[in-house]
């Protein structure tokens, strides 16, 4: 059984969390939601001796994917082989292409626009430090967001589908709150109630604590 580690990074202005995952038997280990601040980020990778094998993106915002090109090319030269970045779904193809632009408007004169190497879609499996992850699509915050969960760890990873006590914004012109709030009833409401996720801003929950207490989404609401 391997021994899950992971480090939080707060990156970028919007304070969003850059999480490493690694096996601490191997050191090796995946890089999610790079938006930004990549020197803190590679600092971090340096400091605990982590082989990183891939980038992995929930969805196509700039303070998740803004950083992702820049660390895809550091972490491939450190490693001498092309470290991919997967995720997430086409569907968020606009918002990657747009990242440069859309960091000026913030700016963020770092954020590049990226082409993952692979999209992920609903039923894909990613393996995250010799954990095999699940892919569920959950659209409404993002047209392609994708999470990453493992049922026998009772671990995810849900970028800005679901938070503690709230829920991703839909207030976005592609923004869709129906569809978060289906995706998060029929996929993620419904998993063991001490399955404990990581959001993509603020503190990690149980799935046990949003269903009885989520005002958006929970038994009350
Ligand atoms: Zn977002």
């Known amino acids: 059984m391997s021994q899950l580690k992971l480090a939080v990074e ?19 280990g995946v890089v999610v939601d790079p938006g930004g601040d990549i020197d803190r980020v590679l600092e971090t990778i340096t400091g605990f001796g982590l082989h990183i094998d891939q980038i992995l993106l929930t969805h196509g915002h700039i303070d998740h994917a803004g950083g992702a090109a820049r660390l895809r090319d550091e972490l491939s030269t450190i490693a001498g082989v092309p470290v991919p970045i997967w995720g997430p779904s086409e569907e968020d193809k606009f918002l990657l292409d747009g990242l440069q632009v859309t960091g000026e408007g913030y700016g963020i004169a770092d954020a590049r626009a990226v082409t993952p190497d692979r999209w992920l879609h609903e039923g894909d499996h990613v393996v995250i430090a010799g954990h095999k992850f699940e892919v569920l699509h959950c659209p409404g915050h993002t047209p392609g967001h994708i999470v990453f969960l493992d049922r026998q760890l009772g671990f995810g990873i849900f970028g800005d589908v679901l938070f503690r006590g709230s829920v991703g914004r839909t207030d976005f012109p592609y923004g869709d709150s129906e569809a978060l709030l289906t995706a998060i009833r029929t996929k993620l409401l419904p998993l063991d109630d001490n399955f404990v996720f990581l959001c993509g801003h603020g503190a990690r929950s149980t799935i046990g604590q949003e269903r009885k207490t989520n005002p958006f989404v929970g038994e009350q609401a």
């Open 10 to 28: 707060q990156v970028t202005p919007f304070r969003q969390n850059c999480t490493i995952i690694w096996d601490d038997a191997t050191k090796h």
